[in-house]
């Protein structure tokens, strides 16, 4: 059973444009949804992340978008860069009690045309 | 600070040998993870730890074993290993559970021929 679903698997946009990669969960009792970043033989990086307490959160050109009845949430990069090219998975975890572990979806691969 | 450091690098192994991946992180986190990555699939986690001799299994264990026995250094062990097991292998640490950050090492490409 796939917790996180993410979509598109692959993604091309051309310099300047705006990416949008889309996660839906299954588990309402997730209440931390971070994105992670991955460059080509490097280990994720955490990029942003929200909880579902508001509905967006910006940080420069990445944005998250939270839809909680939907139990959905997406990564915006807005001005898309070539640099911005490179892997990117959306997570969710559950505070408190034992469970902390990290659900990831399975990869959006990000190409920025220049 | 390192980081979260991974060897080695590059590993080609086969069928039924058996090693070790090492992992040490320098930033005394409690959390230490390992997760492999397959092509289209994500990471999965295989073992966590929660602090010195602490372990737990994660989704994918079957085939790995660990260890935990200082805060800095959470190595997994491979017996008999096996084609399935060709992946890159990720260890990460946190500071906290839940929200809290993963910092993830660069990784071991494991090659079972």
């Known amino acids: 059973q796939q917790q996180v679903k993410q979509s598109p698997q692959s993604l091309i946009v051309q310099k300047g444009g705006i990416s949008i990669i889309n996660c839906a969960y299954e588990?309402?009792?997730?209440?931390?949804f971070p994105w992670y970043q991955q460059f080509p033989g490097k280990g994720p990086a955490l990029l942003i992340a929200i909880r579902p307490d508001v509905s967006e959160k910006k940080e420069g050109r990445f944005t998250i978008s939270f839809n909680k009845s939907a139990k959905q949430f997406s990564l915006h990069i807005m001005d898309s860069q070539p640099g911005d090219s490179a892997t990117y998975f959306c997570?969710?975890?559950?505070?408190?009690?034992?469970?902390?572990?990290?659900?990831f979806g399975k990869g959006t691969l990000l190409t920025v045309n220049p | 600070n390192a980081g979260v450091t991974q060897t080695p690098k590059f590993r080609i192994l086969k069928i039924g040998q058996s090693m070790t991946l090492q992992c040490t992180q320098d930033m005394n986190h409690n959390y230490m993870y390992w997760y492999r990555q397959d092509p289209g699939m994500g990471l999965k986690l295989i073992y966590y730890s929660v602090g010195a001799g602490i372990t737990d299994k994660g989704e994918v264990p079957n085939g790995y074993n660990v260890s935990r026995s200082t805060t800095e250094d959470f190595p997994l062990r491979l017996e008999l290993a096996a084609p399935s097991q060709t992946s890159v292998y990720f260890c990460?640490?946190?500071?906290?559970?839940?929200?809290?950050?993963?910092?993830f090492g660069p990784g071991t490409r494991l090659t079972v021929t």
């Open positions: 588990n309402t009792a997730f209440d931390y």
């Open positions: 990460a640490s946190s500071l906290g559970q839940g929200e809290y950050e993963q910092y």
């Open positions: 997570a969710a975890s559950k505070k408190g009690g034992s469970n902390y572990k990290l659900t």
